[in-house]
C-alpha cells in the first residue's frame, strides 16, 4: 500500500517538473524569437519544411473531407427540403472547427513528430551540446526559428484546408448533386459572419500552432537521448498534441460561441 | 544558391496560398463584402410584439434587401418592442408613412421586416420613426385564437 502511495506521489511529482521544466522552455523559445527576426533566412528554411511540406496533405485532405461533408449534409438536409442550405452547413463546420482542427492533427502528425525526431536526434548526437560549447545558444538558433516557423504556418495551412474544402464541397453540392450554385453561395454569405466565424477560427488555428510546436519541439528537447527515448518522444508529441487540440477546442468553442 | 533559391520560392508559394485562402474566406464565404455599415441610416418601429426577429435579421422592401435589423430592446414604459433598422443610404426616399411588418421567409421560419412604402410626398430621414407596424403573426396565438374561435361557433 505505501509503495502505491509512494509511486503515486513520485509520478505525480515527476509530471509537474516536467511542466515546469516546458513552461521554462516556452519562456526561453519566446524570447529567442527576438533574435531569429534579424536572421530571416533560418525562419524561411523552417518555413520550407514546417509549412510547405505540410502543404500537399493539408489540401488533399482539406478537398477530401469537404467532399464528405457537402455528400452528407445533402443526404441529411434534403430529408427535410432544405438542400440549399448546404454551403452554410459545409462552411460553418469547416471555418468553425474541422478547419483548425483536423489542420492542427494532420500538422501534428506531418510537422510536430518530424520535429520532435529532428531535435530528439540532434540531442543524441550530441549536436545541441556542441553548439553549447561553441556559445550559440540551441535554444535560439534550433528552437525559436522552428516555433515561429510552426506559429506562422498553422493559420495559414487552417484557412487553405477551410478554404479547399469549402470548394470540395460546391464540387460535390452543386457539380453533382444538383444544389444551385448560386444558392451555396449566399446563403453561405448571408449566414458566416466574419468576425463570429472566420476570426475566430483563425485565433484556434493560432492556438493550435502555438501549442503543437511548442509540444513537438519541448519533447524533442527532453527527449531521452537514446534511439528509443527519441521513437517515445515522437509517440507522445503525437498523442499529447491530439489530446490538447481536441480539449482546447472544446474550452476554445465554449468560450467563443457559447452566447449563441 | 540555386537549391535556397528554389526553396525561398516554395515558402512564397505557401504563404501566398494560406493568404489567398484566408482572402477567399473573408471575402467570398463571410458577410464582408455585403458590409453597408458606414453609408447607412437608422429608423426605428416600434412593434407589440416582434417575434422570433433577430439583430441582423434582413429588412426588405418589395423582396429585395435594403438594410438590416441593427438592434433591438424592449421598452419598458409602454411595453413595446423598439427595432432599430439600418437601411442603405442609396435607398433614402421611403415615404414617411410606410408600413413596417414583420414576416416569415422560407420553411425554416426565418423572419424578417418587410417596409411596404405608402403615399406620403415627405421621406423618411435619419433616425425617423415609422408609425404604422404590423406585429409578427405568433403561430401558438393564431392557432390558440382559432380553437376559441371555433369551440365558441359550435355552442
Not at chain 1, 13 to 32: A, E, M, N, P
Not at chain 1, 74 to 103: H, I, K, N
Given at each position: 500500500m505505501s509503495q502505491f502511495i509512494q509511486d503515486l506521489g513520485k509520478?505525480?511529482?515527476?509530471?509537474?517538473?516536467?511542466?515546469?521544466?516546458?513552461?521554462?522552455?516556452?519562456?526561453?523559445?519566446?524570447?529567442?524569437?527576438?533574435?531569429?527576426?534579424?536572421?530571416?533566412?533560418l525562419l524561411l528554411n523552417q518555413m520550407y519544411s514546417v509549412g510547405v511540406l505540410s502543404?500537399?496533405?493539408?489540401?488533399?485532405?482539406?478537398?477530401?473531407?469537404?467532399?464528405?461533408?457537402?455528400?452528407?449534409?445533402?443526404?441529411?438536409?434534403?430529408?427535410?427540403?432544405?438542400?440549399?442550405?448546404?454551403?452554410?452547413?459545409?462552411?460553418?463546420?469547416?471555418?468553425?472547427?474541422?478547419?483548425?482542427?483536423?489542420?492542427?492533427?494532420?500538422f501534428a502528425g506531418r510537422a510536430g513528430s518530424a520535429l520532435t525526431a529532428e531535435i530528439g536526434l540532434m540531442k543524441a548526437?550530441?549536436?545541441?551540446?556542441?553548439?553549447?560549447?561553441?556559445?550559440?545558444?540551441?535554444?535560439?538558433?534550433?528552437?525559436?526559428?522552428?516555433?515561429?516557423?510552426?506559429?506562422?504556418?498553422?493559420?495559414?495551412?487552417?484557412?487553405?484546408?477551410?478554404?479547399?474544402?469549402?470548394?470540395?464541397?460546391?464540387?460535390?453540392?452543386?457539380?453533382?448533386?444538383?444544389?444551385?450554385?448560386?444558392?451555396?453561395?449566399?446563403?453561405?454569405?448571408?449566414?458566416?459572419?466574419?468576425?463570429?466565424?472566420i476570426i475566430n477560427g483563425f485565433i484556434k488555428s493560432i492556438v493550435f500552432g502555438f501549442v503543437t510546436s511548442w509540444?513537438?519541439?519541448?519533447?524533442?528537447?527532453?527527449?531521452?537521448?537514446?534511439?528509443?527515448?527519441?521513437?517515445?518522444?515522437?509517440?507522445?508529441?503525437?498523442?499529447?498534441?491530439?489530446?490538447?487540440?481536441?480539449?482546447?477546442?472544446?474550452?476554445l468553442t465554449a468560450l467563443m460561441f457559447g452566447d449563441h | 544558391m540555386q537549391h535556397t533559391n528554389n526553396q525561398d520560392t516554395l515558402v512564397g508559394l505557401f504563404v501566398a496560398a494560406g493568404i489567398v485562402g484566408l482572402f477567399f474566406l473573408a471575402m467570398h464565404v463571410s458577410n464582408l463584402s455585403?458590409?453597408?455599415?458606414?453609408d447607412s441610416y437608422t429608423i426605428t418601429a416600434r412593434f407589440e410584439n416582434s417575434g422570433g426577429l433577430k439583430v441582423k435579421s434582413p429588412v426588405s422592401a418589395a423582396g429585395v434587401k435594403i438594410g438590416?435589423?441593427?438592434?433591438?430592446?424592449?421598452?419598458?414604459?409602454?411595453?413595446?418592442s423598439v427595432v432599430q433598422m439600418s437601411i442603405d443610404s442609396k435607398y433614402n426616399t421611403m415615404p414617411d408613412d410606410t408600413t413596417a411588418s414583420i414576416f416569415t421567409a422560407g420553411l425554416l421560419g426565418e423572419q424578417y421586416v418587410n417596409l411596404e412604402p405608402g403615399g406620403s410626398e415627405t421621406y423618411l430621414k435619419a433616425d425617423g420613426k415609422i408609425e404604422i407596424t404590423q406585429s409578427a403573426i405568433i403561430l401558438e396565438k393564431a392557432i390558440g385564437q382559432f380553437l376559441f374561435k371555433s369551440a365558441e361557433e359550435k355552442k
Open positions: 509520478s505525480t511529482r515527476t509530471s509537474f517538473t516536467k511542466l515546469g521544466r516546458s513552461t521554462y522552455f516556452l519562456l526561453q523559445t519566446i524570447s529567442g524569437i527576438f533574435s531569429v527576426l534579424p536572421r530571416p533566412r502543404f500537399l496533405i493539408i489540401t488533399i485532405s482539406g478537398l477530401f473531407v469537404g467532399m464528405v461533408l457537402g455528400l452528407q449534409g445533402y443526404y441529411t438536409l434534403s430529408d427535410f427540403g432544405a438542400e440549399e442550405t448546404l454551403g452554410v452547413m459545409v462552411a460553418a463546420s469547416l471555418v468553425r472547427e474541422l478547419g483548425p482542427v483536423v489542420s492542427a492533427l494532420l548526437t550530441e549536436q545541441l551540446s556542441g553548439m553549447e560549447m561553441m556559445a550559440v545558444d540551441p535554444v535560439k538558433r534550433i528552437i525559436s526559428p522552428r516555433f515561429l516557423a510552426g506559429l506562422i504556418s498553422m493559420p495559414l495551412l487552417a484557412g487553405l484546408f477551410s478554404a479547399v474544402g469549402i470548394i470540395g464541397g460546391q464540387i460535390i453540392g452543386s457539380g453533382l448533386l444538383g444544389v444551385d450554385e448560386g444558392a451555396y453561395w449566399s446563403q453561405m454569405q448571408a449566414s458566416i459572419d466574419f468576425h463570429d466565424d509540444i513537438a519541439l519541448f519533447e524533442g528537447y527532453d527527449a531521452i537521448p537514446t534511439s528509443e527515448g527519441v521513437s517515445r518522444a515522437t509517440t507522445r508529441t503525437v498523442v499529447n498534441s491530439a489530446f490538447s487540440i481536441l480539449g482546447l477546442d472544446f474550452i | 455585403s458590409f453597408v455599415e458606414e438590416k435589423v441593427s438592434s433591438i430592446s424592449f421598452d419598458p414604459k409602454t411595453y413595446e
